[in-house]
């Protein structure tokens, strides 16, 4: 691999630039793998941060990019509208039942601060001026904005910002592998929402419950039981309060279906999209909302009831030209069944990477596996969050012709969606052979 040491000026994410001495320079992608610039490839296992769909060199994407570039790169939608924006957005609706209005933005980050601004001014429009608090599962991943980090709130990450965060209130999620002391996963459920039904009927400040659709991903591959996004979502409307879903990283298939909040049969007021709704090859991130909240902001110019939010790139004519391609695609190349049908082997190799004695747990749904490593298997003591597993399985990963990330001790493989059978058995080929070495080499 080539090695850039140190003549670069960049600063990379979520690392400790000091472990890196060099970072392997990418200079070329062909269908499911990077290629550096001395030729080494690497089967991608991250697609490119879970956003990648068709893999690295799709022509019609790249052709839908050089179109939408001749006749125009970037018009706001500022005063102004343009096609690319006006169809994606009508496809959206389409596709996402309940939904009646989209909010462009860059990524999703700030699609989930535009659902938090949605959410508590949804309220304000109405004169309801108590209901200003969010309320959320614990262990969600929302984002880095500094909105994202309040209801995402996870300690290891933020809690150098905690004081400029603002309060939210958590409620527990069941995690079937590390459930607490006495109960059994149904009850864990049930206790979960037991707790959801008491805050929401106790306090009147609740405005809206933010969770990720289907799963939480960056907390660990932590899957939803069935029915339990369901049940949440009839508590929100029961007691009043809005229903925020976050499928930035759990919808247009990664999980299997589409639209994963329709898949859990849940009615959402406000959903947020992201990572692959470009094929993950620009940035755009959507929110889309309800009619009943998209009314609440109407009214005349002086009530100044509108939402005061907008980025320079919102509603960016390449980003949603690429993404309407994108979900042509989808239609033409049937690429949820396509999934339903490669994730299998997800399945089927389950146990083969369970029997690993580095392994303590296996999660997997749709095109995404969470593999936790621990420090002892029969106790399930998890390995010290100061070691550096990242770095290690990334280049034991690389050593093994694989690019992974793991997220803590958790070896995530979110590989571009349309990755081909035989593609994703290799990966855990190498996946597996990777921990059996780090297993050997290092004492974690
Ligand atoms: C569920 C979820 N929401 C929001 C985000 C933030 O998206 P972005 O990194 O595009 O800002 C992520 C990123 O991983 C995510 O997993």
Redesign the pocket.
């Known amino acids: 691999m080539q090695k850039m040491k140190q003549n670069s000026s960049v600063w990379h994410p979520n690392t400790q630039m000091q472990e890196w001495d060099y970072f392997d320079k990418i200079v070329k992608g062909k269908g499911m793998w990077l290629i550096d610039s001395k030729g080494n490839k690497l089967l991608d296992g991250v697609g490119s941060?879970?956003c990648n769909v068709w893999g690295h060199s799709k022509k019609e994407l790249i052709n839908a990019i050089i179109r939408q570039t001749k006749k125009i790169p970037h018009s706001s939608l500022f005063n102004l509208t343009n096609k690319p924006s006006e169809d994606l957005a009508k496809k959206l609706i389409t596709i996402s039942p309940n939904m009646n209005k989209v909010f462009y933005s860059d990524?999703?980050?700030?699609a989930?601060e535009i659902a938090f601004k949605l959410a508590l001014q949804f309220w304000k429009n109405y004169g309801l001026d108590n209901k200003t608090k969010l309320a959320t599962l614990e262990n969600g991943?929302?984002?880095?904005t500094f909105g994202?980090m309040s209801v995402g709130y996870v300690p290891e990450f933020f809690s150098k910002f905690k004081k400029q965060l603002f309060s939210t209130t958590q409620v527990p999620v069941p995690n079937r592998y590390r459930l607490p002391q006495g109960f059994s996963f149904d009850d864990y459920q049930q206790h979960c929402l037991e707790k959801i039904e008491t805050l929401f009927s106790t306090n009147e400040k609740i405005a809206a419950f933010v969770m990720?659709s289907g799963a939480q991903?960056?907390g660990g591959v932590i899957i939803y039981p069935p029915g339990f996004q369901k049940k949440i979502s009839k508590l929100c409307k029961k007691y009043d309060v809005l229903l925020i879903l976050?499928e930035?990283?759990?919808g247009f298939g990664r999980l299997g279906s589409l639209v994963e909040y329709h898949a859990q049969d849940s009615v959402p007021d406000i959903v947020?999209y992201?990572?692959m709704l470009t094929g993950g090859y620009l940035t755009m991130?959507a929110t889309l909302a309800t009619k009943k909240i998209y009314d609440s902001f109407l009214g005349g110019f002086k009530e100044m009831k509108h939402l005061f939010h907008g980025h320079t790139f919102t509603g960016n004519p390449i980003a949603a030209a690429v993404a309407n391609e994108n979900l042509k695609l989808y239609e033409k190349n049937k690429l949820i069944k396509k999934i339903q049908n490669t994730s299998k082997i997800f399945e089927k190799r389950r146990d083969e990477l369970n029997q690993l004695d580095l392994v303590g747990d296996v999660r997997n749904k749709g095109m995404l596996m969470g593999i936790e490593l621990v420090k002892n298997k029969k106790q399930k003591t998890p390995i010290s969050p100061k070691k550096s597993v990242n770095k290690i399985i990334f280049d034991e990963g690389k050593n093994n012709g694989i690019y992974l990330r793991t997220l803590g001790n958790i070896v995530m493989l979110v590989p571009p969606l349309a990755i081909s059978t035989k593609e994703l058995d290799l990966l855990i080929d190498r996946t597996i052979l990777t921990i059996k070495k780090t297993e050997k080499k290092y004492d974690l």
């Open positions: 941060m879970w990524n999703g980050s700030t989930m991943y929302h984002g880095d994202a990720e991903v960056a976050d930035v990283a759990t947020a992201g990572k991130g």
